[in-house]
């Protein structure tokens, strides 16, 4: 396993129970391995996860770091579809991330290096984040609502042009937060 190797456990029934499917790195497509996309339980043995509900690592992106999952709930999920998934590939101490209010990082910009509940609280002025730059060691999850609620978007090292680069279903984002919880 590669330091960025984990181990994630799905269920198709809740409180894990029924058929499972193992994972220890990326996996594009479950049903590639003989499981269908119903998950209602999930067990992250080590590691920090990036799951989505569809295969090939597209669609709604929930964040599982270490801990179970007893249903679908748990995970913020409406449903119990999962598709694919994949473990976080930065962890570390060193966080930073830039943020813009523009496409291809114009406008306003807010630096973070701690989790921040809610960015107009921060003095942020708008919903919307149009662009970032993530630095350091370190990934993030945010969230479209205030006190990490809502659709969730994952991002780790990297520059971000627009919403659409991290798969964003709008650019509405107004809290935000370090992934930590690794092994």
């Known amino acids: 396993m590669s330091q960025y190797s984990g181990k994630i456990v799905f269920y198709e029934g809740k409180c894990f129970t029924g058929r499972k499917l193992e994972v220890y790195g990326d996996c594009d497509n479950f049903q590639d391995r003989g499981f269908m996309n119903r998950v209602n339980s999930i067990r992250v043995e080590s590691g920090a996860w990036i ?9 709604q992106q929930y964040i599982l770091e270490r801990g179970e999952y007893p249903d679908f709930h748990r995970w913020n ?7 694919s998934c994949r473990p976080v590939r930065m962890h570390g101490e060193h966080y930073r991330i830039e943020l813009f209010e523009g496409c291809n990082f114009t406008g306003q ?25 993530v630095y350091g060691d370190g990934a993030w ?4 609502e205030p006190n990490y609620r809502g659709r969730m978007y994952i991002v780790e090292r990297g520059d971000y042009r ?12 107004q809290s935000i937060r370090r992934v930590v919880n690794y092994f």
Do not use: T
Not at 51 to 59: N, Q, S
Not at 77 to 83: F, T, W
């Open 51 to 59: 799951c989505f509900d569809h295969p090939d690592f597209r669609g």
């Open 109 to 133: 910009c807010m630096e973070l290096c701690e989790d921040c509940p809610f960015l107009q609280g921060r003095g942020w002025n708008k919903s919307c984040i149009n662009a970032i730059k």
């Open 141 to 144: 999850v945010m969230y479209e």
């Open 77 to 83: 999920s409406h449903n119990d579809h999962m598709g």
């Open 162 to 173: 627009s919403h659409n680069e991290w798969q964003g279903h709008s650019a509405n984002v």
